[in-house]
């Protein structure tokens, strides 16, 4: 059966300093990563998807950026974190398209907080 | 693009009674559409979902339908528990050439003991 992994589970970070989250998906292969940001209290901001290694799309412009080095490998960084940026960071899996659409799959999500 | 809206954002229900939570969609090409619960402090969990060749699926307490006519589905739960208090989100997607789920911006259920 598929798992997906996140790491850390929670941090703690200065503003300014950088970040650097992990994903990685086992039971599986190829297939599509994402990364949401859920603020306290609301809803899931889609921030990278990937369908692919070397894919990344962006939806929102911020100082966030988005790699994918191995296919069940996804990470999510930043240079310069902005108090902005505290949220619940979700990675998320979906697999091949089946007829009708595919079921998109969480992992347990890191909680960051920049003071 | 899809957009997809909720409603209502919170709603309080006895316990023992039934939940309704609504969704309207724009994109007519959408065909897919999930509902995930997602609990204080944990990720969303998929609860249900269906998929545009039908117009109605039960998984005991859970039900939701939809209208594509009306672009719109629901969630219902019957005989509330407690434990049904949480955040339900509902999503939709097409698979024609579209890897995103556009996501509602959720409800907040509380079931009163």
């Known amino acids: 059966s598929q798992t997906i992994h996140q790491w850390p589970a929670t941090l703690v970070q200065p503003v300014g300093s950088p970040l650097s989250l992990e994903c990685t998906v086992e039971?599986?292969?190829?297939?599509?990563l994402y990364w949401y940001r859920q603020a306290a209290g609301r809803g899931l901001q889609l921030l990278f998807y990937?369908?692919?290694?070397?894919?990344i799309s962006s939806e929102v412009p911020q100082n966030l950026s988005a790699s994918r080095p191995q296919d069940r490998q996804f990470i999510l960084s930043s240079k310069k974190l902005l108090l902005s940026d505290s949220g619940f960071y979700l990675c998320?899996?979906?697999?091949?398209?089946?007829?009708?659409?595919?079921?998109?799959?969480f992992g347990p999500g890191t909680r960051l907080t920049v003071l | 693009g899809e957009n997809v809206e909720q409603h209502p954002s919170t709603l309080s229900v006895q316990e023992g009674d039934s939940a309704v939570i609504k969704c309207t969609y724009s994109?007519?090409?959408?065909?897919?559409f999930p509902w995930y619960k997602q609990e204080l402090g944990k990720r969303p969990q998929l609860i249900i979902d269906?998929?545009?060749?039908?117009g109605e699926k039960k998984d005991q307490r859970i039900a939701v339908t939809l209208n594509k006519t009306a672009k719109h589905f629901s969630l219902h739960i019957t005989e509330t528990q407690p434990e049904d208090s949480a955040v339900y989100f509902c999503?939709?997607?097409?698979?024609?050439?579209?890897?995103?789920?556009?996501f509602g911006t959720g409800t907040r259920l509380t079931i009163i003991p």
């Open positions: 269906i998929r545009s060749n039908v």
């Open positions: 990937s369908v692919g290694i070397g894919q």
């Open positions: 994109d007519s090409a959408s065909n897919y």
């Open positions: 999503a939709a997607t097409s698979n024609f050439g579209n890897e995103k789920l556009t």
């Open positions: 039971g599986t292969s190829n297939p599509n």
């Open positions: 998320a899996w979906m697999g091949g398209w089946v007829a009708g659409g595919n079921e998109q799959f």
